[in-house]
């Protein structure tokens, strides 16, 4: 299935915490881009075959702003985690529009063309009724995840060891459907890595989050939580 952002979803579609998938993977990476990590993980992502979606912060694609093209290039997507990485759950709706419309025109003004962020992950994961409502009104997605990785606290080992690891906890190396990782910590490369064989070992499916996403909405409006 094309992951191209011109195909367009007839209506949006929300995966939250509580959506759950069967059988498959899909892997995102939040809070870059990020000069030192970005470049290793996409080169991981090209040795495993695998297609990713990249949630950049508006603020720190000045750091790195070949990285846009860089992930667009190899077939990842983007999506808008926001201008700043910030709590925005007490933002009013003209702010949440003003905050999605910088990290927009950010990304427009780094390509060079408009790219549109139809998927879209608040930072924290943090929803609020005034998000959903404007998440409507600008037809974008909203993409959570189902399991999630602190990489801060995961040790620098090999992608064996880190399996080794991982085999103890079945939170992690169990999960189905959205992983988030975040391209900003240099042992994120390996433990990708790990995770990707766990779940390959179990035999679930790679999957992009537009591919969800289409599967939502092809389902129809009932299931578009
Ligand atoms: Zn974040």
Redesign the pocket.
């Known amino acids: 299935m094309p992951d191209s952002p011109a195909s367009d979803l007839t209506h949006p579609a929300h995966i939250s915490f509580r959506t759950r998938f069967t059988g498959v993977f899909a892997l995102t990476f ?2 870059g881009p990020n000069p030192r990590v970005t470049p290793a993980i996409l080169l991981r992502l090209r040795e495993l075959g695998l297609k990713a979606t990249f ?1 950049v ?1 508006g603020e720190r694609i000045t750091r790195f702003p070949e990285g846009l093209a860089m992930a667009l290039a190899d077939g990842h997507a983007l999506g808008s ?1 926001f201008y700043h ?1 910030l709590d925005w759950r007490g933002a009013t709706v003209a702010q949440l529009h003003a905050e999605l419309d910088l990290c927009q025109h950010t990304v427009d003004d780094v390509l060079g063309y408009h790219y549109p962020l139809r998927q879209v992950r608040p ?2 994961g943090h929803i609020s009724d005034n998000l959903i409502t404007v998440l409507r009104e600008r037809q974008e997605n909203l993409v959570l995840w189902q399991a999630g990785c602190d990489e801060k606290n995961v040790p620098d080992l090999s992608v064996d060891a880190l399996c080794g690891m991982l085999r103890d906890h079945p939170e992690l190396a169990g999960w189905e459907g959205i992983l988030l990782m ?1 391209d900003i910590h240099p042992q994120t490369v390996n433990l990708l890595a790990a995770l990707v064989r766990l779940a390959l070992e179990r035999n679930l499916l790679p999957a992009t989050t537009r591919q969800l996403l289409d599967a939502i909405t092809a389902a129809g409006p009932a299931s578009a939580r």
């Open positions: 939040d809070d949630f912060v985690h990485h930072p924290y975040h």
